[in-house]
């Protein structure tokens, strides 16, 4: 499955105060259960400190046939 895009930014994000969430769409190359992986890099800041950090993502998806 790819991400037309290629990597997703804080520009392809909804942002509020208590969610940070990003939509894709993909497509694969068959059907059946799937398995999406990435690394999720991000940093949470004060104005004297960023603490960076990186976290493999596995999402579980059943894909359809077309």
Known sequence: MLH???ELT???ATLTD???KFE????ASTAGKKTITGELES???TDNNCEIFKEAVSIEV???AQ
């Open 4 to 6: 037309p895009g290629g």
């Open 10 to 12: 804080v520009q392809d």
């Open 18 to 20: 208590e969610v940070l």
């Open 24 to 27: 894709s769409r993909m497509t």
């Open 43 to 45: 940093a949470v800041c």
């Open 62 to 64: 059943d894909v359809a």
